[in-house]
């Protein structure tokens, strides 16, 4: 068969005064796209291997390399851009679906960029959090609806608490490496917040933080037992996921190495595929029983959440959730992030996570169930500011996926679901896991969501606000710059220059 | 009459480990050296370098001109202890002086062993031994003065063949008479031997195995010609005896202390007499294989068993293991190393081994019970420690015999645990 | 009697293969910390001959781990050294080339196997002085993945 030919995506620029021939570009490319020749003692690299992952780049010690966007330009056309172009020949070539990691990628409007937030001048004061205290530890699930009710039933709500209203979302052992998924739990630890482990299980070299743990039960039921839900910190039900709304996932039978089947309680070498639905689920009634199923099996002492995709009827959705007793409910937004998704789904499937938060705060309040369950918002949270943002639009959490990754190396190549992830994350292969070193992994996303604390206790200061609790729901804080009539009233905030 | 802390009659390497010794516990004592040589400072194994002209006196040093007073130690050259007297703690030297010391280090070392030749006498003037700067020296001006056109050495040991390398660097042609049937008899295995005879031999030396010096012809005081068992005679100007040393104990003779062949010491280098400690070649000291005491001429023992005994003498309880011969060779750049039991009897042992001849490469592993007692490399000495550390260890190579005798041979052969172990630290079941 | 004081808190340097993920930065560093310019470009591109690095890399399929001197405390090289080339100075064990003669009893005894002869020069190749103009390890500080760490090597008694 011929060789597809098809315009690299990037160039491998080389400084030829700077490059010492060392070789170290071309020991670690999982990609093979350097090689010293010989002949010419030069190091030769061949663009078409390059998936821009940038790992030769930021390891070159004389920063001889450069990987740049390749601008082989097709003529101008406001209809073929190079994408849908590119993969249009990808396709003409292998007949297939086709796949890609992390999250979609196309320029649909990002709300976070057009909200601003407030700060307070003169009618109130702002507060200096380096002087006065700042709470922002958060509780999450079912919160009681009112005092009297709590003295009556003379029990606490059962609650997850969390020094950071920020928490490590779902990504299984399997999609990415122990070495990752050692990185996050330890930090999650560390940080006196949770982790989740996705629909992979709980390896048992983790289960040392399990108490900072939130485990999945998902269409697979992969790693479940009762044993695994009651070490947990809280249970998780997966319904969907923001990058694949309605599909299911398959890790190849050659993925499922002896520790990955260990954690998910499967034969080694055997598919691990999860169905696209819970095949006992059809209705908000079986949601309903699967949730008691589940807090049965705990004795009701855990907390039981639904993560679901954000999709059109997300508010009916979400309010059907809460009414079938969960504690808490995820939305995942269509920037969330996957290991591998058909590029089609992905770009296509969902609607964005700040219009869901919005829209499902406020039918929740209308209909006075917001304090039945918390909600955890996800996919697209890139810093502290998104963070402050869904809180004020109506969450009382987010989950950061993407996002740790980066911190943990990732440079978002979207290479995850070929299982050659350079930066040793979405990768079993022996070779490319050492290089996440999970002490380096855990102190990076200590520091980072010690730096988001910070940030956001900033930004309440600046707003007045002394309490996380005071910051949610609060859209007053938030304008927005750019937008429409109708997209403000979804987002439930005023225009730039709207006062009280 | 003197009085000293610590007294050490002997200045050479176990000597000087043991003033390191007593000095990494006890940084005040005083300590005296005595040395019946005249030089303050230098190396045995370095007298064939000077022989061979690759370096000078000076260069023989193996410790830096400020180590005497570094280390705060008095040391007496040209000053022999002649008579120990234990019960007084008390040693005579030469002149007559009296020293009372509270512990004492025999580090007397070994001296060269001449065996009876008919026609030797002391007064004849080119036979030499190869055991002292002063050999060396003397030897070098004997040959410098006379040119002689050959050499003859008698034993193709470790000092005779070293003897023989200085001399042929300095383009004196040698013949080595040997008693056994090959040479290194004592450091190599047959194959071994083999491959280091053909290379001196091409380098200008000859050889005589199974034979020995039986007389010795002189002319003029000078000697003349030697005469071996199998009736061949050689014409020579120039005759080195280098047929082995034994251990000096001269000065424990008349004393209480146990001597066999050696002076014998515990695994913490006493004597059999309260405050004397012994070490360094004049002991028998414990063996690391066997439980008995051998006696191991080497420097790395001399070093070990100096440094423990220093510290001992401060009162330390540092206990000796034991180690077992281990030597590296290198004539005319071809290196090698062997440990422990290199030529066994094959019974009780394993044996494995590894020639190839286009680069002189050889290695050889001796193994019992799945530990390695023994060993020869030849050609390629890179990462020769750690055999070393396997046989000093006693880690069982079982999992991974076929590799050792690869070129490349490192940790990564070794078990991830045992590896972890060594390389990182971690402990480890053994 | 307690140990002289000169005998301080040492740190060696620690091969952690589990994390080694083979670039052989190390070895780079290493030859440019002892280049005349300490300058990686000038070295690589002008000097010649360049210094040997004093590090043994071992690999073997997807493991790999570098191994310099550890500076041991009762360092054989030191006591079965012939000439005084290998010394102890302030802790580290230092080589000094212009004294060693190639006698290679230092290579017999090391037991991490880290000196490597240079047989036709009868000198070392290269021997880890812990980058003591520097006092922080070249090897060390440009490991991207922290596979060579410093370890402190407390008194024991
Ligand atoms: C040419 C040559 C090459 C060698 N090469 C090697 C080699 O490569 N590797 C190896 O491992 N070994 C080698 N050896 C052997 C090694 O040198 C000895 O094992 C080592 O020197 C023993 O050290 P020692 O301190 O116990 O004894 P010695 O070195 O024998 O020193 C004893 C000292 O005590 C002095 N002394 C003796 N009696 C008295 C007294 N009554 N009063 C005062 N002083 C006294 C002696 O004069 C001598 O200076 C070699 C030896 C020779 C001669
Ligand atoms: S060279 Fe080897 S024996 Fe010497 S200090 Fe370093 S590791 Fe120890
Ligand atoms: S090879 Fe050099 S440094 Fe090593 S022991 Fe011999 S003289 Fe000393």
Redesign the pocket.
């Known amino acids: 068969m011929a060789i597809p030919k098809i315009v690299p995506d990037f160039r491998v620029i080389r400084d030829e005064n700077l490059c010492i021939n060392c070789q170290a570009c071309c020991r670690v490319c999982s990609n093979d796209t350097h090689s010293f020749d010989q002949n010419i003692a030069k190091i030769i690299s061949d663009h078409r291997k390059c998936v821009g992952c940038h790992f030769c780049e930021e390891i070159c010690s004389t920063g001889a390399l450069t990987i740049e966007k390749c601008y082989s330009q097709i003529r101008e056309n406001f209809n073929w851009n190079e994408v849908d172009f590119k993969n249009l020949m990808k396709q003409a070539h292998s007949g297939g679906i086709l796949l890609t990691g992390m999250g979609n990628d196309r320029p649909w409007i990002n709300y976070f960029d057009h909200i601003v937030l407030n700060a307070s001048q003169v009618t109130n004061p702002s507060i200096d959090p380096l002087r006065e205290p700042m709470e922002i530890k958060t509780f999450i699930g079912r919160k009681p609806d009112s005092i009297e009710q709590l003295k009556k039933e003379k029990k606490l709500p059962i609650l997850l608490e969390t020094e950071i209203p920020v928490l490590f979302s779902a990504m299984s052992y399997g999609s990415i490496s122990l070495n990752a998924c050692k990185s996050i739990a330890a930090a999650a630890w560390e940080a006196k917040t949770y982790w989740n482990t996705g629909e992979g299980g709980l390896p048992e070299s983790l289960k040392k933080f399990v108490s900072r743990t939130i485990v999945q039960v998902a269409s697979g039921r992969f790693g479940v037992d009762a044993r695994y839900l009651n070490e947990a910190s809280a249970i998780e039900i997966k319904i969907g996921q923001g990058a694949k709304p309605g599909i299911g996932g398959h890790l190849p039978g050659e993925k499922v190495t002896a520790d990955i089947s260990a954690a998910r309680k499967i034969p080694e070498g055997t598919d691990a595929i999860s169905p696209a639905p819970h095949h006992d689920i059809y209705s908000i009634e079986d949601l309903k029983q699967l949730i008691y199923a589940l807090k049965e099996t705990v004795d009701y002492k855990k907390p039981v959440g639904v993560k679901v995709a954000a999709v059109h009827n997300i508010a009916p959705i979400v309010s059907g959730i809460v009414r079938a007793g969960a504690d808490f409910v995820t939305i995942d937004g269509f920037r969330g992030g996957t290991g591998a998704a058909p590029v089609v789904i992905r770009n296509n499937v969902g609607i964005p996570i700040e219009i869901a938060i919005a829209t499902v705060d406020s039918r929740l309040r209308q209909e006075g169930i917001r304090n039945h369950a918390s909600i955890i918002a996800a996919g697209g949270i890139r810093s502290s500011a998104d963070v402050v943002k869904a809180i004020a639009l109506g969450a009382d959490a987010v989950y950061i996926g993407t996002a740790t990754l980066v911190a943990l190396g990732c440079h978002i190549c979207q290479k995850c679901y070929t299982g050659k992830c350079n930066w040793g994350i979405a990768t079993q292969d022996p070779y490319l896991t050492r290089r996440l070193n999970p002490e380096i992994g855990k102190r990076r996303l200590t520091n980072l969501l010690r730096a988001w604390a910070l940030e956001i206790k900033e930004m309440m200061g600046g707003m007045g606000i002394n309490a996380i609790e005071s910051l949610r729901g609060n859209r007053d804080q938030l304008r927005g710059i750019g937008l429409n009539d109708k997209e403000l009233a979804l987002l439930g905030i005023k225009h730039a220059g709207d006062a009280w | 009459m003197n009085r000293t802390d610590y007294l050490i009659?002997?200045?050479?390497?176990?000597?000087?480990n043991a003033i390191e010794g007593i000095r990494e516990y006890d940084p005040k004592g005083e300590i005296l050296v005595?040395?019946?040589?005249p030089f303050e400072n230098y190396?045995?194994?370095?007298?064939?370098y000077y022989l061979g002209g690759k370096i000078s006196q000076q260069q023989t040093r193996f410790r830096d001109e400020s180590f005497y007073s570094d280390m705060k130690a008095q040391l007496l050259v040209n000053?022999?202890?002649?008579f120990l007297d234990c019960r007084n703690h008390e040693i005579k030297v030469s002149k007559g002086r009296k020293i009372r010391y509270k512990k004492l280090l025999i580090?007397?070392?070994?001296?060269?062993w001449i065996p009876a030749i008919d026609g030797f006498a002391n007064h004849l003037e080119g036979i030499f031994t190869?055991?002292?700067m002063n050999d060396?020296i003397s030897l070098a001006q004997y040959i410098q003065s006379l040119n002689p056109h050959n050499c003859v050495i008698l034993g193709a040991g470790?000092?005779g063949l070293?003897?023989a390398e200085g001399l042929l660097m300095r383009k004196i042609p040698v013949t080595i008479v040997e008693m056994a049937d090959r040479i290194l008899p004592n450091t190599m295995d047959v194959k071994g031997s083999e491959i280091f005879q053909s290379y001196l031999v091409r380098h200008n030396s000859a050889f005589m195995k199974n034979d020995t010096i039986v007389k010795i012809e002189s002319k003029d005081k000078r000697i003349k010609r030697v005469i071996l068992k199998s009736g061949k005679k050689i014409e020579t100007e120039c005759l080195i005896v280098a047929v082995g040393?034994r251990p000096?104990t001269?000065?424990v003779a008349e004393s209480s202390i146990l001597v066999k062949r050696g002076i014998i010491v515990d695994n913490k280098l006493n004597t059999s007499v309260p405050d004397i400690f012994a070490?360094?070649?004049?002991t028998e000291s414990p063996d690391f294989f066997e439980n008995k005491h051998a006696l191991i001429?080497?420097?790395?023992?001399?070093?070990k068993t100096?440094k423990i005994a220093g510290a001992n003498m401060t009162g330390q309880e540092i206990s000796y293991t034991g180690l077992y011969p281990?030597?590296?060779?290198q004539i005319f750049g071809l290196p090698a190393i062997s440990f422990g039991i290199t030529n066994p009897q094959p019974q009780n042992f394993e044996i494995l081994e590894k020639y190839q001849p286009e680069n002189n490469f050889y290695r050889k592993c001796v193994l019992r019970d799945d530990r390695i007692v023994g060993c020869i490399l030849i050609g390629n000495i890179n990462r020769a420690g750690i055999y070393n550390l396997l046989i000093r260890e006693k880690i069982s190579v079982a999992a991974f015999k076929k590799d050792l005798l690869e070129e490349s041979f490192g940790f990564l052969m070794l078990p991830k645990e045992v590896r972890k172990h060594i390389v990182v630290g971690e402990s480890m079941e053994v | 009697m307690v140990k002289n004081s000169k005998r301080k808190t040492i740190n060696t340097i620690i091969a952690r293969e589990e994390f080694c993920i083979g670039c052989r930065l190390c070895e780079i560093a290493c030859i440019t910390a002892h280049s005349k310019t300490k300058n990686i470009i000038k070295a690589f591109k002008g000097e010649y001959p360049l210094p040997d690095s004093a590090i043994v890399f071992e690999e073997k399929g997807h493991i790999s781990f570098a191994l310099q001197c550890r500076h041991c405390d009762d360092a054989l090289c030191v006591e079965?050294c012939?000439t005084g080339a290998m010394t102890k100075k302030d802790g580290k064990v230092i080589y000094r080339k212009e004294l060693c003669v190639g006698?290679w009893?230092c290579v017999m005894v090391c037991s991490f196997g880290v000196i490597s002869p240079d047989i036709t020069a009868s000198k070392i190749k290269s021997k880890c002085d812990f980058c003591l103009e520097t006092g922080k390890p070249a090897c060390v500080e440009i490991c991207p993945n922290e596979a060579l760490v410093l370890k402190e090597d407390n008194e024991q008694d």
Do not use: H, Q
């Open positions: 009659i002997g200045n050479s390497v176990c000597g000087v005595l040395s019946d040589e190396s045995r194994p370095l007298i064939s000053n022999p202890a002649v580090a007397t070392g070994a001296k060269p190869f055991y002292s060396a470790l000092i070293k003897a040393v000096n001269s000065i070490a360094g070649d004049v001429p080497i420097w790395p023992v001399a070093a100096g281990m030597n590296s060779i | 079965c012939i006698c009893m």
